[in-house]
């Protein structure tokens, strides 16, 4: 994931079986010199069905490093991002702050026009083939995205 140097982000982060509730998850920032900023960790906010959000302007180039911890459910991850002077037209930063089911999206996109319905094939499940079940099975007690 590619983040713009001193623009604000958004990062989120789903918690471990989809837990509602939690207050007292937090986030540190890494910067590529190793040293931890805020000094003290970003509480992150709740914005629905066990995902939940905190903003951070990084100020530096370079390959960061999230971590997000929680007590409650012995939440535990870490992530790596990218900070660059430019994001490509296509980068996938824009889509990160993006949520909701994939099955109910019906637009147009850069002049294509698409069901979702017609892209997901025979036999998906959006219980078990959704990215938050996917995301339980490859990394059980939690992702961030």
Known sequence: MEYKINVSGKFR????????GLTDLKATFIKPDGSEVPVSPV???EVGNGLYECSYTPDVLGEWTLKVVGTT???KAIKTFKVVDKLEADSYAEILVVDG???IIDGVVDG???D???IKGTGFSST???LKAISEKISPGGYIG
């Open 43 to 45: 509480i992150l906010s």
């Open 73 to 75: 459910t012995n939440d």
């Open 128 to 130: 078990t083939d959704s």
């Open 101 to 103: 089911k994939i099955d």
């Open 13 to 20: 982060y789903l918690a471990l079986n989809s837990t509602t």
């Open 116 to 118: 979702m319905s017609d």
């Open 112 to 114: 294509l026009a698409t």
